[in-house]
């Protein structure tokens, strides 16, 4: 039992150490203006729920950057790692939100989102956040502060 243990272990940080040089290369490509390569690598790997070439693809689709500009897959691979406690991918979903990228205008959302950028150590979402929620009627706050709570208790880093 214990020797199947360690391959499992073993075979596991392979696999991890193994996703991370295929990372590593995407982001090498990238910033070689091998934009056809990343996107291919980055594509590849945000399919495993690799939660950084996520937000690396994501990123390609809100810039246009070797793919055609398209907001609506930003969003959804923004989402995608914004749901595995990446903080970044939280902080630009949360402005996709405010600004209408990608999804309707949804400052609930928006704010939810930022909230819980904020506790992942996004500095400038708690300000965001705090100033989205000066400007919203009393019942949305309610709304935005239950969302808010929801989704720091499921996409907070754990610790």
């Not at 990372?23 to 945000?46: H, N, P, R």
Request: glycine share 6%; hydrophobic share 40%; charged share 20%.
């Amino acid at each position: 039992m214990k020797i199947r243990q360690f391959i499992f272990i073993s075979s596991l940080s392979l696999c991890l150490s193994a996703n991370a040089d295929e990372l590593m290369s995407a982001i090498t490509a990238y910033e070689q203006g091998k934009y056809d390569v990343a996107f291919e690598q980055f594509t590849q790997l945000a399919q495993q729920d690799n939660a950084e070439a996520q937000y690396n693809l994501a990123f390609m689709y809100f810039g246009g950057e070797g793919v055609p500009q398209n907001d609506s897959k930003a969003a959804y691979w923004f989402e995608q790692a914004a749901k595995q406690a990446y903080a970044g991918a939280q902080d630009k979903l949360a402005y996709l939100y405010l600004n209408g990228r990608g999804h309707k205008i949804d400052r609930i959302q928006a704010y939810a989102w930022y909230r819980v950028a904020a506790e992942n150590g996004i500095f400038l979402a708690k300000t965001i956040s705090e100033n989205l929620r000066k400007g919203m009627g009393s019942e949305e706050q309610i709304h935005a502060d239950m969302l808010s709570s929801e989704y720091i208790k499921k996409y907070k880093i754990k610790n």
